[in-house]
């Protein structure tokens, strides 16, 4: 019985599809699972950011400038608590140096309770409600400490999320359309359109990256709204990120168009356009899903440096490269280093997709 079970795999190998291969393979990849599951965590919290923060972002506390995270409970001195707890925080200058000193009351206790009442909010800027995950009552609760006015870092974080992961998305996609569209044009007919599209993606390869985006980003309007910039600054990461996709699916036309099944598609009077979109695209979409999950991490971090750098998205809007715009100097990174904690989050997605990535690439050809 185990031998002729042994033989149906061997077969469902054999007659598995070319998708089921991949899947078969992907799963085996155990980064690009971990990966995969942590992006998805990254993407529910910047869908339900507004549910999942404790405080408006805007809410400031003149008390609690620059307060570091506070730790969460299980012990106190009666020994283990199975609800967790933080302890009250109190606020004192010091004499010597006239910094604002943070230290535990250990004699307040606040029970960490869930689905709380609190400030008020729209999620997804439609439905009004005040109900938040978790919160403490009559305390406050700050895991990643607060800012300069006073303002929890934790909320800010995770409704920075949203803006950034919905930028390398986003800006992805508008790359991804405008290099199949173009890189199709220049493979598929040729002539003086594939010589105009060709170096028109070499002068734009020439010019360093960086330098570009900063320059194009510096011509935004200083008065435009927030949502403008966002738009403004999604064109400007795209600008340069349909390129390289552009000549891979021009390569792949012309080796393409040649072949037998595109030669019958033709005879059976297939229109041109149901040709590249039936058959000449789906004969390497593999490759196409890999290059959209490796060109995500690049437009967040496109999104991270010109926001740091001041040329990008600018308060009140809030994304990780704006948080970071706090950590500029070395005072502020030596004595008060949670606000570098955005800075974790952009390494965390970076890493995350590249395993994805990777595992979509391997999983990509199948029969290696």
């Known amino acids: 019985m185990k031998k002729g079970e042994d033989v149906s795999v061997k077969e469902s190998y054999y007659i598995a599809s070319q998708w089921q291969l991949m899947r078969r393979k992907f799963m085996k990849h ?7 599951a942590t992006l998805a965590i990254f993407y529910i919290i910047a869908v339900f950011c507004e549910f999942l923060s404790p405080y408006d972002i805007s809410k400031d506390n003149s008390k609690y400038i620059y307060c570091p995270p506070q730790r969460i409970h299980f012990f106190d001195e009666k020994g283990f608590n199975l609800r967790p707890f933080v302890y009250g925080v109190e606020g004192k200058i010091d004499p010597k140096t006239w910094r604002r000193v943070y230290t535990e009351d250990k004699t307040k206790k606040f029970p960490i309770c869930f689905f709380v009442h609190g400030d008020k909010y729209k999620l997804w800027n439609l439905f009004p409600m005040d109900v938040h995950l978790f919160g403490v009552s009559e305390a406050t609760i700050f895991l990643f400490g607060t800012d300069e006015l006073g303002r929890d870092l934790f909320s800010r974080n995770f409704y920075a999320a949203r803006i950034s992961l919905s930028i390398g998305l986003v800006g992805v996609a508008l790359s991804f359309i405008l290099g ?41 309007p200083a008065d435009w709204p927030p949502l403008k910039v966002y738009f403004g600054i999604i064109i ?12 891979v699916v021009r390569g792949k036309f012309l080796e393409l168009r040649e072949e037998d099944f595109i030669m019958a598609a033709k005879i059976a009077g297939a229109s041109e356009t149901r040709i590249i979109i039936r058959n ?9 899903i890999v290059s959209i999950t490796l060109a995500i991490p690049g437009m967040i971090l496109g999104e991270t440096a010109l926001s740091f750098l001041g040329l990008g998205l600018r308060p009140p809007v809030v994304s990780w490269g704006v948080l970071l ?3 500029q100097n070395i005072r502020t990174v030596a004595l008060h280093p949670w606000l570098l904690i955005p800075g974790l989050f952009v390494i965390l997605t970076v890493l995350t997709f590249n395993f994805l990535g990777d595992g979509l690439r391997d999983a990509a050809d199948p029969y290696k």
Request: charged share 10%; aromatic share 10%.
């Open 30 to 36: 155990k980064l690009a699972i971990f990966g995969g």
């Open 180 to 220: 199949i569209i173009l890189g199709g044009i220049s493979g598929y007919y040729g002539g003086v359109a594939d010589m105009i599209i060709q170096r028109t993606i070499e002068l734009l390869i020439c010019i360093p990256t960086i330098p570009l985006w900063m320059a194009l980003a510096a011509a935004l």
């Open 236 to 247: 400007v990461l795209s600008i340069v990120g349909w390129c390289g996709l552009a000549r």
């Open 280 to 288: 000449l695209l789906p004969s390497f979409l593999s490759y196409l």
């Open 325 to 327: 715009m706090e950590a």
